[in-house]
Each structure stands twice: as C-alpha cells, then as structure tokens.
C-alpha cells in the first residue's frame, strides 16, 4: 500500500520501502533539506539516483535498489522481466540488471544501470497488486524474460526454470502469453510449454497404464498431489496388494527405493525416466514388487488350431 507523503513520519517511509524514500516525500515528511544536504555529506545517507534516498546500507543487488530505480521513475513504473520475477523467488537470474516496464505513451530517461522498456499490453491482471515495490506478475515477468532473452535457447531455460521452480503454473503463463499480445518469440513459448506440459502427471498417468498392460503388472490405483496438469505435481501408484508405491515427479533425481514408517516400499522415479526410458522404469517397479511376493502372470498359450 503506497504511503501519502506528509502523513506518516518519514522513519514509517522510508521503512516500508527498504530504506528508500524520494526527496520530496521526506521533505513532506518534515526533513529540512538543509539536514538531508547533511546526512549525504557525512555519509550517513546516499542518492543512487536524482530525488532519491537510501537512508540505510544495503547490497547492490538488494530490495533497496529496486525500490530506489521505481522511485526514480515515478508514477506508471513497475518492475519487470527479471527483476520482478526474482522478487517472486526466481533463483539463478541475479545478474540481470534493473529492468522497469512503461506504457508506450510514458517516455522518461533510464536512470544509470536501469533499463527501461515499453508495452501497449499492461493491464491490471499482469501488475501484482499484492505487493511492494510495484511489479509485473509472476508470470507476466517470465514471459517478458522469454520474450527479451538474448537467444531462444535461454528463452527456453528461462520457462523451464520457472516452471520446475515452481514460480508459477503452466496455467498461469498461458494466460500471461494469452494477454501479451504479438510478440517475437510467441510461438516459441507456446510450443515449450506444450512441452513442459508432457512432465504433467495426467499424461505420465495415461503412458503408465499402458505399461501396465503391456508388461502385465498388477492392476494400481493413480492419485495425484497437485493439480493433474502441471508438470511440477507428482504421481503416485498405489499397488495395493502389495506394500509397493510409486511415486513419479520431475524433481525426483535418479531411480531409488525406500521404506516408510508403514512399512511400503516406495519407489521414485523421474518423469522423463517413464517417458523415454519406460523399459528401464518398469524393471524397477517389477523389481520391487518381486521383493515383496509379486510373481508376474504367465501368458496362456494359445491352443493350436486342429489341421
């Protein structure tokens, strides 16, 4: 919620913004200019850019220094791209520099280090209204970082990331694309997130019961924690005869399998294992339920026909 200069104490301010405040509003708050010329000079406070204050030490790549680059902008600037995603908790991408998006009307000079960028597309569902400093959403901000990376394939990773960070849900980014409008690289982005969406437990469910049929394992039940479509959910397979479940999720690391406190024999198994490996996947689930008393049927040779 933004503050109404000259209302809350300058401390209450600056406070919510990381330390940041604008010149004026400290001004408003009661803070003489000729003791903010003196907090600059004993260098108790800076100014990272024209009108703005830092009035406590921060890291350069800290909350303080995107709050003081909106600041600096004014009315109609909010984080974007990389920066508002990495407030969203996107891991990997903290070199990338302060990036502010506009209206295509709204025509101000880049800060220094800032980049400031345009849309004619900026409508209140991709501005998250939650929280502060003001800035796109999640997924407005990973399709804009697709959209500007500097090559597809980092475009690619980009998507990949946030989706297996769980930043926000294949649903989630259609809609952003949905909303974005024409832009270079849509077709890129649709077609990777067509397929992230094969690692979605309902089609891991739909190839594994044809494993089942094939390879005559024993009849399971399928439940699935989160939403079926979404490639960060996981599957479970509940071989309920026997003490065996398998769980499949795109996190799951190499094959492996545990006991647990009720005494099931859990196996887990990476997504792409079943997908392009499903020979290999089946030999660990077979091998656990043999461990636990399964005996596979024997196919029932058919009669020969009388001549």
């Known amino acids: 919620m933004a503050h109404t200069p000259g209302r809350l104490p300058w401390q209450e301010i600056a406070t919510h913004q990381a330390g940041v405040i604008t010149i004026r509003d400290a001004v408003a ?35 303080a220094h995107l709050w003081a680059a909106v600041q600096a902008v004014g009315a109609d600037a909010v984080l974007a791209g990389a920066s508002a995603a ?11 520099p302060v990036t502010l998006l506009l209206p295509t009307s709204r025509r101000s000079a880049a800060p220094p280090g800032v980049v400031l960028r345009h849309s004619a597309r900026l409508t209140a569902a991709d501005l998250d209204r939650r929280h502060d400093p003001r800035r796109t959403t999640p997924g407005r901000s990973v399709i804009d ?12 990773t980009i998507l990949t990331d946030a989706v297996s960070q769980g930043i926000v849900p294949l649903r989630g980014l259609r809609d952003a694309l949905a909303r974005r409008g024409p832009i270079t690289r849509r077709t890129l982005i649709a077609e990777t997130l067509d397929v992230l969406e094969t690692d979605a437990p309902l089609l891991t469910e739909a190839l594994f019961r044809q494993l089942e049929q094939r390879y005559l394992l024993p009849a399971a039940r399928y439940l699935m924690d989160g939403p079926p479509d979404e490639p960060t959910s ?4 509940c071989f309920d005869p026997w003490p065996v479940r398998t769980e499949v999720a795109t ?9 647990d406190a009720a005494g099931h024999l859990v196996v ?3 997504t792409r294992m079943v997908r392009e490996s499903p020979e290999q996947a089946v030999r660990v689930v077979t091998g656990a339920l043999r461990q636990r008393g399964w005996q596979p049927a024997v196919p029932r040779s058919r009669p020969a026909l009388a001549s």
Do not use: K
């Open 29 to 63: 708050a009661g803070v003489p200019p000729t003791e903010i010329r003196q907090h600059l000079a004993d260098g108790r406070w800076q100014q990272p850019y024209r009108g703005v204050l830092l009035t406590e030490f921060s890291p350069s790549d800290g909350p």
């Open 268 to 270: 887990r198994l990476p």
């Open 234 to 237: 996981r599957l479970r397979i």
């Open 251 to 259: 996190s799951a690391g190499a094959p492996s399998a545990t006991s």
């Open 86 to 96: 990495r407030l969203a908790g996107l891991v990997g991408y903290a070199d990338a």
């Open 145 to 156: 970082m697709a959209e500007w990376a500097p090559s597809r394939s980092q475009a690619v």
